[in-house]
């Protein structure tokens, strides 16, 4: 991230070892760790949920991190109409939708979204979705919170 930093507009998070927390979360399911699902639908999911949480600081970082994992520029920008995109494959809609249907949850059945994945993805890689969504929802949440903002060096 070359170029930008980010700042706190409204609070620390360390002051009640929030980042430690998440930290902890992130060590098992995020971008680093290692997973048994594939590392390019990983990113897909956790940049689906920075676009739909809009945040600032997670749409970058995960751009980038989609990026260094090989995934096509026009994939990463085709992302919020996946639904719609031919560039997306059948496990990877499911997961999506999954994804969509565990940040939003005001959709209607979330049940069957569930019972999708399992044509596509073993029970432990089910897990590490939810995971991954859930803790990106974490993360989002909290720079959202602290009011992280990215401003551009120079």
Not at 15 to 30: D, W, Y
Not at 133 to 150: F, S
Request: with cysteine; aromatic share 8%; proline share 5%.
């Amino acid at each position: 991230m070359e170029g930008i930093r980010f700042e706190n507009t409204r609070f620390d998070p360390d002051l009640i070892e929030f980042h430690g927390i998440a930290q902890q979360m992130a060590r098992s399911v995020g971008y680093t760790a290692d997973l048994n699902i594939e590392k390019k639908l990983a990113q897909l999911l956790r940049l689906r949920v920075a676009q739909m949480n809009e945040c600032s600081y997670c749409l970058i970082l995960h751009t980038q991190a989609a990026h260094d994992q090989g995934v096509p520029a026009a994939k990463v920008a085709h992302l919020p109409s996946w639904r719609e995109s031919t560039m997306f494959d059948e496990p990877e809609k499911a997961a999506l939708a999954y994804c969509e249907g565990l940040t939003a949850y005001d959709l209607p059945g979330f049940a069957p979204l569930h019972e999708a994945l399992t044509a596509h993805f073993d029970e432990k890689q089910i897990a590490e979705i939810a995971a991954i969504v859930i803790n990106m929802n974490l993360w989002t949440r909290l720079k959202l919170a602290q009011g992280q903002v990215p401003v551009l060096d120079g």
